[in-house]
């Protein structure tokens, strides 16, 4: 393997961090914020650092984790599952994507075109690489940032201090968002996945991607609520509603501008849930199948969209994040075996 | 580098997914910049005052002229799309900043009203809301009058316009009434030449009114709800403008449990001849006397908050402002302190 096909950690950290962060702003599916800033932001803290210690049994495990998996049947076992969290995740967010771009926009593209579209661009992504993805999500890493700022810059009038809400007891209502709020994001699976593409095969630091999740959690919450106050309880996507009405000098709105980047933001997350399936597919399929690696991600990701386009299970985050927290476990658990017998 | 281009333009493909397909050119637009709401019976009537391309082509070098449409349903939605048959053009709201509702319809409705607009995704949640007496409708629509009506009112809304007053915009209101139970509505009194401003602020709760201020306590309300920054005082002939207002809380440390509300400001422009101490003595007082009334009116008569002392009580003494609310003492004679500290500068 030559310099030119690994990712630094650096790319890796961003491609993770979109994919999860944009989870955050682009929630068609979930219930309007009722609680205020001053339990959720408690209350995130909690749920990371619980992510964290989920996370920390594969810790040292971690490089290699996945190929001394696939080494053994159980490992392989734990692999499949890894991949089939993260292909119900790309079915899922084909949905969002599509029903944010419905929410959004001023016309109605229907999910059967926006489907082949979508997958098309996954497909040939994923075929070039995650090279190439990871040296785009710098790109869009910045593009996302700017977005923030100026959404951010753009409401700075519309702020008011007494929109903050105040509970003297806030601690039942922290602990309720922590049993409600906590979720693992697939996406970590395939950061752990695509950590073998990195040099010594390390993935991003996680205190550093997590430290970076609480910042944006913080400045979404605070942000919504300062301007919104009240009114964020009435809300389904409570960011984007700042999109629209936040303005610049002249431009009075710039949600068209914000949601275009949230959207390469939520292809890019599937480009990268994509590109781990067909990496965990070349470990598990026979030689001769892993040619078709690539159309069968795009297939499978396609085929599990369209069957939540249908039935959409209402409880889809809360079994990725068990799922996804079993299979970290497990690999974790098998790595670690693998590594002693080695 | 070929792959990274090749895979950045596809990426922006989502660029063309977010509105830049199937595009309605401006002269086919008519772009909505009022939409006045009503009830006629158990109706909705809605009116919409919309530019269109003078001459209806691309050829219009910019010129506008202003149709209107009006409509009427059993929701704000059907009553809407009744008024669009009425335009040749396609209703674009994007640009609309202006929500006008009649004043029955705004006592008994205005939930439901800015509940539908705030979810309706074609139109802005900064949207300005106001009032209006149903008499002054006509006036407000003057065909003649109606570009300045519209500009005022936009004056209004982005804090340009001397008489600006308080504005509220729709994402200021608690819909769902979890921090405040009532809505508070600035109404507005068209002039000549399409000259506004707002004459009353309306507090409504549970489908009724329940407080109209006007006058000084309208100008002290707007002071405190931070609608105004300055201060128009008039004794006979004499007259000067106190700027440079602020507030400040703070909560007494020992004995009963008060906040106390301090408004400071400035007047630049004092009458010649003037005794300073005088005037600011003066001005003083009749902060004082208008907030005494104003108070009586809103939280000893009609328990409403919209100030939101509350908020900066909890803030300095949660403790003691928890046991206030336990013993429903909050607000009370002796639970709030006024005074306002006015220099005159020479």
Not at chain 1, 120 to 134: F, Q, S
Not at chain 1, 320 to 342: F, N
Not at chain 2, 292 to 307: N, V
Not at chain 2, 316 to 345: M, N, P, Q
Request: glycine share 8%.
């Amino acid at each position: 393997m030559g310099n030119g096909d690994l990712i630094s950690r650096r790319q890796l950290f961003c491609c993770v961090y979109l994919s999860m962060v944009v989870e955050m702003l682009i929630k068609p599916f979930s219930r309007p914020v009722d609680l205020p800033a001053q339990v959720l932001i408690p209350a995130a803290a909690v749920n990371l650092l619980l992510l964290w210690l989920v996370l920390t049994p594969l810790g040292a495990a971690r490089s290699g984790a996945v190929a001394r998996a696939g080494g053994t049947l159980p490992g392989r076992m734990v692999l499949v599952l890894m991949a089939a969290t993260l292909l119900l995740s790309g079915g899922g967010t084909l949905n969002e994507a599509n029903g944010f771009l419905s929410f959004t926009g001023d016309w109605q593209l229907s999910f059967f075109w926006f489907l082949p579209l979508v997958l098309a661009l996954v497909y040939y992504a994923v075929r070039l690489g995650i090279e190439g993805v990871a040296r785009v999500s710098g790109v869009v890493f910045v593009l996302f940032l700017l977005s923030i700022g100026v959404v951010v810059i753009s409401n700075l009038r519309e702020m008011r201090l007494q929109n903050l809400a105040v509970e003297a007891q806030p601690f039942m209502d922290t602990a309720k968002a922590v049993g409600q709020g906590f979720s693992f994001s697939p996406a970590l699976l395939a950061g752990i996945v695509l950590s073998e593409k990195t040099q010594r095969g390390r993935g991003p630091r996680l205190a550093h991607l997590l430290a970076a999740l609480f910042a944006t959690y913080f400045v979404f919450t605070m942000v919504s609520e300062l301007v919104l106050g009240g009114f964020a309880t009435a809300q389904r996507q409570p960011v984007y509603t700042l999109a629209r009405i936040g303005g610049l000098s002249v431009f009075r709105r710039l949600d068209s501008l914000h949601s275009s980047i949230w959207l390469m933001a939520l292809v890019l997350k599937l480009v990268v849930e994509g590109a781990a399936v067909e990496l965990l597919l070349r470990r598990l399929l026979p030689a001769r199948w892993q040619k078709y690696g690539v159309a069968l991600t795009a297939g499978l990701t396609g085929a599990a969209g369209l069957l939540f386009h249908f039935s959409f299970p209402t409880g889809l985050r809360r079994w990725l994040t068990a799922a996804g927290v079993l299979a970290v476990l497990l690999l974790a658990l098998v790595s670690r075996k693998e590594k002693k017998r080695v | 580098m070929r792959r990274h281009a090749a895979l950045l333009a596809a990426l922006s493909l989502c660029l063309a997914l977010t509105g830049c397909w199937q595009p309605v050119s401006l002269a086919e637009r008519a772009v909505v910049k009022m939409i006045c709401v009503s009830l006629h019976g158990e109706q909705y009537e809605v009116k919409l005052a919309a530019y269109v391309a003078a001459d209806g082509d691309a050829e219009s070098q910019g010129e506008s002229k202003t149709v209107f449409a009006e409509g009427r349903g059993d929701a704000v939605r059907t009553a809407l799309l009744d008024a669009q048959e009425g335009i040749q053009q396609q209703a674009f709201y994007a640009q609309n900043e202006l929500l006008l509702v009649e004043e029955q319809a705004a006592r008994s409705r205005l939930q439901e009203i800015l509940t539908y607009f705030s979810e309706e995704r074609s139109s802005r949640p900064n949207m300005a809301v106001f009032a209006y007496r149903a008499e002054e409708e006509e006036q407000l629509l003057d065909k003649e009058n109606i570009e300045k009506t519209v500009e005022n009112l936009e004056k209004m809304k982005n804090g340009d316009s001397v008489r600006g007053g308080l504005t509220q915009m729709i994402y200021r209101f608690d819909l769902k009434g979890e921090r405040q139970d009532f809505f508070l509505l600035p109404r507005l009194q068209a002039g000549e030449e399409g000259a506004v401003e707002t004459d009353r602020l309306l507090f409504l709760r549970g489908g009724r009114e329940v407080l109209s201020l006007k006058g000084e306590e309208k100008t002290l309300a707007e002071l405190l709800l931070g609608g105004a920054e300055s201060y128009q005082y008039q004794n006979g002939e004499d007259s000067c403008t106190v700027s440079d207002l602020r507030t400040a809380f703070s909560v007494s440390a020992q004995g009963t449990p008060q906040l106390s509300v301090r408004l400071s400001g400035e007047v630049r422009d004092a009458p010649a001849g003037c005794a300073p101490e005088a005037l600011e003595s003066s001005v003083e007082r009749r902060l004082e006397e208008t907030f005494s009334s104003l108070y009586q009116k809103c939280y000893l008569e009609q328990e409403l908050d919209p100030f939101q002392f509350g908020w900066w009580f909890e803030t300095r003494d949660a403790r003691r402002y928890g046991a206030l609310l336990r013993e429903k003492k909050l607000f009370g004679e002796d639970t709030l302190s006024f005074d306002a500290v006015i220099t005159v500068d020479p």
